[in-house]
């Protein structure tokens, strides 16, 4: 079997995303260049803000990305939460949201535009390894290597596929036959300006308006405001549009003054089905896994979905780069991710449940 560390190990990303980006950096910096494939015919993620975790910073600045990083990211020194009515409940306690604290050094949790975050993610990788307009169709799996076929009748070959292709990914079929399950909750998600929310928003924090299980987040990125409305609904559909009508019948409890925000939104805006999956027992063949998404799609309560996509990255490409063969490495990475991602999933699924109240 090959050696790992030979710097032409050919690998192939299925899906520029985020966990798709994030692996080809974290592989580039062990000297491996892998090749990301990506069905949209142009790059670009849509929604709002996300928030990136101390440790999610930490491996930024080592993949040489922490100045490029902080140039879009803005530190969340606080996180408040209040009634609907505008009283203060509290800020960030051990049991509510412990995730989104700084770590034992200080550094705080920091928040970025999604779009700004895979500006990040691109910039080291020369375009020759980006390859838009692929989409994923097949794999054959032999002894040797994989055979992957794509919609529009490209077919590669490679050493190792990594399945960084989202909650639908159809390559997760070889593992489960699960379907995503909703959560029971919708997001609707925009970025306002500093000036409309600068009563009602921090600049440098997290603020929270919650009502049962309604919810009204704000956080900052660069240049603007993330602006989140989260409330129940039995509506499966993933994707609707929704007009300010509409909007204003999920918070009519709500203070005038951010009753009065939905003002600044340009309508009809989408208004997202939250969806997850849960853990599977198994992510990888010998030359086939998953990442990201593809592998243990998660709820937003803990905002870890990314940032596990993330660290996912981080310990393949360390696998890759440290093992004898890829079957070796794909065990390596999947021990010592899939563990702490199911407890992740499960936890995020315990607290929606409590934050529900
Ligand atoms: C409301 C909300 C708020 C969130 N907030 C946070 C947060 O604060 N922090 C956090 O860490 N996470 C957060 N998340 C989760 C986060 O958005 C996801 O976990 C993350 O985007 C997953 O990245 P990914 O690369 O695995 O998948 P995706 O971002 O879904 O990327 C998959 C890519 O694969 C491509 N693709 C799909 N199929 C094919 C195919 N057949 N061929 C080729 N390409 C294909 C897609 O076009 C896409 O570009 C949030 C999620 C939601 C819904």
Known sequence: MEQTQSKSLNVVIIGGGIGGFATAVALQNKDIQAHVYEQAKALGEIGAGIIMHPPTQYLFKEWGLGEVFNERGIPNKTIEVYTAQGEFVTNVTDDMLSSLKKDQAGLPPASIHRAHLLDVLISPIDPEYIHLDHKFESLVETADYVEVTFENGA????DVVIAANG????IRKL???DEPLYSGNHSVRTILSREVTKETAKEEGTVIYKEGAKMLLMQPVAGGMHFDILYPSEDTTWVNYITKEELLTKITSY???LVKLLDAIEYPIADRALYHRQPILRWSTKRITLLGDAAHS????LGQGANSAIADADAIARALSECATVEEALQQYENERRPVTTAIQNESQQFDKAFDK
């Open 167 to 170: 909650i639908h990914s159809n």
């Open 255 to 257: 203070d005038e003054k």
């Open 298 to 301: 998660m709820l937003p309560t």
């Open 155 to 158: 077919v590669v070959q490679a």
């Open 175 to 177: 593992f489960s036959n």
